[in-house]
């Protein structure tokens, strides 16, 4: 069970997932808070005690859809003040916690319904009025209900409503009575905005201390909790409301619970590759600090990661410094051996004798990897001073070698973790054709941040998207992850290339420590016509194979994601002929060390124009062998979309 006073990134995305899921199987948006809440007051405890006293789901409701016993409480708060229907209430929708009464919404005597109905009264409740100030919501602009209030709240879903001292707040009330002898030390809560324009918030009474930290890990559960109640942003909300027919429901229900069963494959291979990668990360730092000490012996290998290039400059530096015709450095598994080199690995003891001088190579386990072997000493016999020299090397040498199988490793978990974190499939979509590559960068084991996505985003439109976050770690992997699944909840709610773009950027920008290039096309394949935004990525190209002939997209250009908070998107439009290809590639399929990236450019058209009249797989296949260079300086991502006629729709 994860503890709310010591969260990790796994923990975090094991509980992301959990949240997420919460909606399956329901049929209200009460069903779903139900599910968030008890979810949340069961899982998280510390030497099998729960951490939260108590959990609650608010959401703003008007007045004359509340249920008899919520108008009942909201008028009790108001007195003889007349209520409007159209008056937003802070509503309890679901209610988890210690007592009794604390598991029944209806039972709430002071929180079942907060009439908001004015600045003034906000302010009579302390906790709710620092809420909804820390959520980012402006309090007049609630009251107003500025139809610009749902854009401009949705790009900060991942705020966070934070108190690390309950004891005391002037924001959290009922001290006496229940903060002090429940033993609250914090409270914690995250919410944001729904389609519906309705705010929701859910909010944690902790016995355990939430330190910003935890804090700041909590808020991006915001959008797993976003996605459960999203299919019941416009109803029904409370269960005894009836359900609305298939074709009221909102627009892209069906594409909401396709997201949550994508997100919910690769979350699960996250939460194991995460817990690994975090202490893989861990062995790391420590193995670094060993590394730094033997400074003279890091200037050998630092320019090889291979095996074989450690072993071989282990070898020769041996050989060097001692002063010998002969040297070897050796695995276990490289051979038997002579006797004296069974000897020294069977005993993990230096062997020093006339005309040989054998040292093991040992793990930190006391594991024998292989010696490093000297033989045929240019003056004299092996000295005692030799054996110690060649011992220290030795154990440079062993760390060292652990250190490459260990990065290794990590590299293969995070390559894993970056594929899990791409489609698993494509949808199908008549009259177009898509395929997509993904390859690794051959210049260094390190991953990168490119991604790709093909989103259907209407009956006759499709979103294609290719991007790259910068970095090449298991960090940019993740943030990778992150920024994908946010185009993807926010093309759902619209998919326009300027609004998804802005509320990207916006999100980049306060949410993320990396700027990300990307381009988000909209593509109808009744027309062929296109709508797209460039963030600083290389252009689109167009390919007619038939005609022999590639271009690339003239498009305005917009600077990266995340590195102007506040920055407009235009929207740029193009016709794709029928029977063309649209290509989106990552700039690592055009960069090489030593030119111009437009020298890249020329080569790609060039590539284009000469293919033949094939399929995008084919394509795709022909750009990649026809490009010079088998050694890759960085991660490619393609994308390739064929318009074959006019669509009939997605499928």
Known sequence: MPDLAALTLSDMVALSAALRRTGSGAQSMEEVAD??????????????????????????????????????????????????????????????????????????????????????????????????????????????????????????????????????????????????????????????????????????????????????????????????????????????????????????????????????????????????????????????????????????????????????????????????????????????????????????????LPGYLGVPLISRTGMNLGLIQLSDRHEGDFTSDDEAIVVQLAQFASVTIENAVAYAREHDLAAALQQSLLPESLPEVTGLEVAVRYLAGTDDVEVGGDFYDVLTVSEFEVALVIGDVAGHDVRAAITMGRVRHAIQAYAIEDPAPASVMKRLNRFAAHELDAFTTALYLVLDVRTGSVRMVNAGHPPPLIVDSRAGASAYLECDPAPPIGVRPHGDFVESSALVPDGSTVVLFTDGLVERRGESIDVGLRRLRSAGASAKDDTPEELLAHLLATLPGSARPDDIALVAARMTGLGAGVR
Request: hydrophobic share 40%; glycine share 6%; aromatic share 4%.
């Open 35 to 352: 599910a968030v809440v008890r979810q949340l007051y069961d899982s998280l405890e510390h030497a099998e005690q729960r951490n939260c006293v108590l959990v609650r789901f608010f959401k703003t409701h008007r007045f004359d859809q509340l249920d008899g016993s919520a108008q009942h409480s909201a008028r009790a708060l108001l007195g003889d003040e007349v209520l409007s229907p159209t008056t937003k209430c802070l509503t309890l929708l679901a209610t988890a916690g210690d007592e009794p009464e604390w598991n029944d919404r209806r039972l709430s005597k002071g929180h079942q319904a907060v009439p908001l109905v004015s600045d003034e009264m906000i302010q009579r409740f302390p906790m709710i009025s620092q809420l909804i100030s820390q959520l980012g919501v402006e309090t007049s602009a609630l009251l107003e209900a500025d139809p610009e209030l749902v854009v401009r709240l949705d790009e900060r879903t991942y705020n966070v409503f934070h108190v690390p001292v309950a004891v005391g707040s002037a924001h959290i009330p009922s001290q006496e009575d229940f903060v002090v002898p429940h033993g609250v030390r914090s409270v914690v809560g995250f919410g944001g905005m729904l389609a519906s324009g309705d705010l929701f918030a859910v909010v944690l009474f902790s016995r355990a201390h939430v330190t910003a930290r935890t804090a700041e890990l909590v808020e991006t559960l915001a959008l797993s909790v976003k996605v459960a109640v999203q299919s019941f942003a416009r109803g029904p909300v409370f269960r005894d409301e009836p359900s609305p027919s298939r074709a009221s429901r909102p627009p892209g229900t069906h594409q909401v619970r396709a997201v949550e069963q994508l997100l919910e494959v690769h979350e699960r291979t996250v939460e194991a590759q995460a817990a690994t990668l975090e202490l893989a990360h861990h062995r790391e730092q420590v193995r670094s600090n060993q590394l730094r000490a033997l400074a003279d012996a890091t200037v050998l290998v630092s320019a090889t990661r291979s095996l074989e290039g450690i072993l071989t400059l282990v070898k020769d530096k041996a050989r060097e410094i001692i002063g010998t015709h002969q040297a070897a450095a050796t695995l276990a598994l490289d051979g038997v051996g002579s006797g004296n080199d069974r000897l020294v690995r069977r005993t993990n003891q230096p062997l020093r």
